[in-house]
């Protein structure tokens, strides 16, 4: 048996979703599964693949909660004994001390694995993300600011940035000391290898910079060199399984990478739970395009999650027969984000109705293809919707989204094609593009 190349935890869906894709797009074999609840299954399949993903929830929680969460995802992955081991982050590292805590997964993993290294390991140029001296800049509106001077950052309503520098972001999450490796270190002549060992011999967490795609190829290096010496848990955005990919396949003479075109569908559903400016803007060239939003209350879906979705898939189908695309919103505008309520709390909810009404509407006959927006309602959703498990069926790299397929064995869910957005990813006309497909664009 060919050991298993990497085994991750996501801590949103639309992000494990993200990162299995760029393992795939270099023609490595996986299955994201929704759930470590069936870890023999998982076990058993493993043999068969490259990559293990476990899609989780772990973004929109709180620490207590997230150890229940993430403990289980950790023996599981200890047990498929990859060569690779990676806490899979948002690239906007998202995350407080009290809701998506970061730093709480490293103890977690420290206390696991006494000693592991901890690379962390942000950055993707590709998406716009770029680290410099440890700090985290992104693209906004077509300029390069820092994470903490980007509106959607800066003011997101359950992790707001406040500082780009990831070495004090991640101090106010965890005990464990910081260490940089830096663009002047990869200058050096043996690359920045002392400085990302020495961290590691240390004990302390080492952010790595990494502006274009080559620098993040020589991190993931740097990475891989280092987990084939120590335990390591590598605290990463897509990026990393992107270059680890490239890494891997480079001298492969047979490659099968995801294919880069799709056809479109009859009828189309978005579901969006995203607070994104993105996002909004987004819904807003849907709609002029003739597709039709109806609201979702987060206060009802609290109150009466399954009475929504009943309503909602009612007025679904009625839309759907008059030959329209649909799409389910909680936000359209600054004033639709409820920040007064549990993340937790209110991203349940909100999933559960997604679900529900993705189960309705499918059990109907009406529908082939659906975007969940948003990565804590749809990684809430996921978990419901009654899928065991996603594959990835083709990338869109004009928009960087992937569609995929759910694997329900004897569900009428199996099968039904997805795209998970996030929200800060793809351009204004992306929920039409998901519609028509990506044939003759």
Same mark, same amino acid.
């Given at each position: ?38 870890? %023999? ?49 948002? &690239?906007?590292? +998202? ?5 998506? &805590? ?29 680290? @410099?001296?440890?700090? =985290? ?42 260490? @940089? ?12 290898? =002392? ?7 240390? %004990? ?16 993931? %290096? ?44 009859? /009828? ?7 607070? &994104? ?74 999933? %559960? ?15 082939? /293809? ?18 065991? @498990? ?5 990338? +869109? ?26 929200? =800060? ?10 519609? /028509? ?5």
């Amino acid at each position: 048996m060919t050991r298993l190349l990497a085994a991750f935890y996501g801590d949103d869906f639309t992000g494990s979703t993200e990162n299995l894709a760029q393992f795939s797009r270099h023609g490595l074999r996986g299955r994201l599964f929704f759930s470590s609840a069936g870890r %023999e299954a998982i076990l058993d399949m493993a043999p068969e693949l490259d990559v293990v993903g476990l899609a989780g929830t772990a973004r929109g929680l709180a620490p207590e909660a997230m150890t229940r969460e993430v403990e289980p995802a950790l023996a599981l992955i200890e047990a498929l004994d990859p060569r690779i081991k990676q806490f899979k982050v948002c &690239s906007t590292f +998202d995350s407080s001390p009290t809701v998506g &805590s970061i730093g709480h997964v490293m103890e977690l993993a420290r206390r696991r694995w006494p000693g592991c290294a901890l690379p962390v390991l942000p950055a993707t140029p590709a998406f716009g993300r770029y680290t @410099a001296f440890s700090h =985290q800049f992104t693209r906004y509106r077509g300029e390069i600011c820092r994470l903490d001077q980007n509106p959607a950052m800066a003011h997101h309503p359950s992790t707001p940035m406040t500082e780009a520098d990831l070495r004090r972001h991640l101090a106010a999450q965890t005990t464990i000391a910081p260490a @940089a490796v830096t663009l002047l270190d990869y200058r050096a002549p043996d690359g920045g290898w =002392q400085a990302l060992w020495s961290a590691a011999e240390a %004990e302390r967490f080492a952010v790595l910079d990494a502006t274009d795609q080559a620098e993040l190829q020589h991190a993931a %290096e740097l990475i891989l060199r280092l987990a084939d010496r120590r335990p390591t848990l590598a605290v990463a955005a897509q990026g990393l399984a992107d270059a680890v990919g490239r890494v891997v396949t480079r001298d492969t003479a047979e490659r099968q990478p995801l294919p880069t075109t799709y056809p479109g569908v009859a /009828r189309l559903l978005v579901l969006s739970g995203s607070c &994104s400016p993105q996002t909004r803007g987004q819904l807003t060239h849907f709609e002029s395009w003739g597709g039709a939003i109806l609201s979702l209350p987060p206060e009802e879906a609290l109150r009466d999650a399954p009475g929504l979705a009943r309503r909602l898939a009612g007025q679904v189908a009625a839309l759907f027969g008059e030959g329209r695309d649909v799409a389910v919103a909680t936000t359209r505008g600054e004033a639709d984000v409820v920040a007064d309520l549990s993340t937790e709390r209110l991203a349940t909810a909100v999933g %559960e109705v997604f679900a529900r009404l993705t189960r309705e509407v499918r059990d109907a006959g009406d529908l082939h /293809r659906l975007v969940f927006a948003g990565g804590d309602t749809s990684s809430h959703a996921m978990r419901q919707v009654g899928a065991e @498990a996603l594959e990835l069926v083709a990338f +869109d790299e004009a928009q960087g989204g992937h569609l995929c397929r759910l694997v329900a064995p004897g569900s009428p869910i199996d099968g039904l094609e997805v795209v998970l957005k996030g929200g =800060q990813i793809g351009g204004k006309d992306f929920f039409t593009r998901v519609k /028509r497909g990506t044939q003759g664009h």
